[in-house]
């Protein structure tokens, strides 16, 4: 049993897997050990929603790498097993069973867990999160009793899941507290065209709706009463409303942070030789205005391993990659590129009623986020625009007879 690691990797998502790669990548001859909570091998996380939910991959094609590759790099996986504690002082963790593992360096990969709801009922049989592949592997083995299913939260995950599910033949309710799906992430006229297609796709969806409790029968989840009264029949619900960083041993470690660990542009806590990566650490990016942002994105949890690797390694380059998403919903291809919070903005390019669009973001008449709907060419070339900083003429924005890659060249100075 492995009790100690030069490198040791606390987390066996995609940015744990990734440090693992690149420590490798870059000659790192240490020993390197992951803990994973789960007791799978890493695997890929955006599947689980949408291509592993409607059974059309198996869970090894959605594996990371294959178990051979983790033997031939002398990774050593100790799946099944979660960090409780961290002692900075003592270069240690403690598990949940009580066994220590020490370590020279430690990268926190944990992620975070799926938020619940508070209200009465979110325990019940039946209640799911889609953060693992036991959530998923337990909604599946209920599809074949389910006819319908309410999904709470009208998030990427929620509206992923609910076009499986509706392309799975079940009646969907999607329930969401604000006034449009995808508030937090996408300007209006994005949200409305994804409104209209789950709606079109059958998908009763539900803006301003506030959830009051999960009824029960025969101790499973038969419904979803909302406030004012009305019971939304169902056997299955689906919980979609964010994630809580996993970071309760750092905290109580010392870490700095918040909403997050925070990490500077080499992923370095304030901890000695400890680091963060992913959904839980929490970092200045020079996309959002240099705020502190938590980003859940395989893009930042990759990224953000590299440059941590790199540090490692004695080769650093600070973090500063673009922010990039995407999202698969029915014959919807959505790719975004940048950060478009904040923006005063925002500029449609081409048809929407032709379903391949996209819409540029600006902010004081500098372009900073692109979503693209079937449109990779502008996804492609738009990413130039983000990283460019580039302030061009929203007519020719708004022109898709205008190639992207062309505005560059005819720029104009922000105001």
């Not at 409780?84 to 360096?105: M, R």
């Not at 302030?391 to 190639?403: E, I, K, Q």
Request: net charge negative; with cysteine; proline share 5%.
């Amino acid at each position: 049993m492995t009790t100690h690691a030069d490198v040791l990797i606390v987390g066996a998502g995609h940015g744990g897997a990734q440090a693992a790669i690149g420590l490798r990548q870059r000659k790192f001859t240490g020993s390197i050990a992951i803990v994973g909570e789960e007791p799978e091998i890493p695997y890929e996380r955006p599947p689980l929603s949408k291509d592993y939910l409607a059974g059309d991959k198996p869970f090894e094609r959605i594996l990371i790498r294959p178990p051979g590759f983790w033997d031939e790099r002398e990774v050593a996986m100790l799946t099944g097993r979660r960090v409780v504690s961290v002692d900075p002082s003592a270069h240690v963790v403690t598990t949940e069973d009580g066994g220590t593992i020490g370590y020279g360096k430690l990268i926190w990969a944990t992620g975070g867990h799926a938020r619940r709801l508070s209200c009465a009922g979110h325990d019940l049989a039946g209640v799911h999160s889609v953060r693992s592949r036991a959530d998923v592997d337990r909604m599946m083995g209920e599809l074949a009793t389910t006819t319908h299913v309410c999904v709470i939260g009208g998030g990427y995950i929620g509206l992923e899941a609910a076009a499986v599910l509706t392309k799975l033949g079940k009646h969907v309710t999607v329930l969401e507290a604000l006034d449009r799906v995808l508030a937090r992430v996408a300007g209006k006229p994005l949200s409305r065209f994804y409104e209209a297609e789950h709606r079109a796709h059958g998908v009763d969806l539900r803006l301003n709706t506030v959830v009051e409790c999960i009824e029960e029968q025969d101790g499973r989840a038969s419904g979803v009463r909302l406030a004012g009264g009305e019971i939304v029949p169902c056997q299955m619900v689906i919980v979609g409303i964010g994630i809580i960083p996993a970071i309760a041993p750092l905290d109580a470690a010392g870490a700095r942070g918040g909403n997050g660990v925070a990490i500077d542009e080499h992923g370095r806590t304030s901890l000695p030789d400890i680091f963060a990566i992913g959904d839980c650490a929490l970092h200045a990016n020079p996309y959002a205005d240099g705020m502190p942002i938590r980003l859940e994105s395989v893009q930042n949890a990759n990224d953000l391993a590299t440059a941590v690797a790199r540090q490692i390694v004695g080769d650093p380059e600070p973090y500063h990659s673009v922010p990039w998403f995407w999202s698969n919903q029915y014959d919807l291809r959505l790719q975004t590129v940048g950060l478009s919070t904040g923006h005063d903005q925002a500029i449609v390019r081409g048809d929407i009623a032709s379903r391949s669009f996209s819409i540029v973001y600006l902010k004081a008449g500098v372009v900073v986020a692109l979503d693209c709907v079937n449109a990779v060419k502008d996804y492609v070339q738009g990413r130039a625009l983000v990283v460019g900083r580039v302030a061009a003429d929203p007519a020719r924005l708004a022109d898709a007879s205008v190639p992207l890659k062309s505005l560059p060249e005819t720029a104009i100075s922000p105001a």
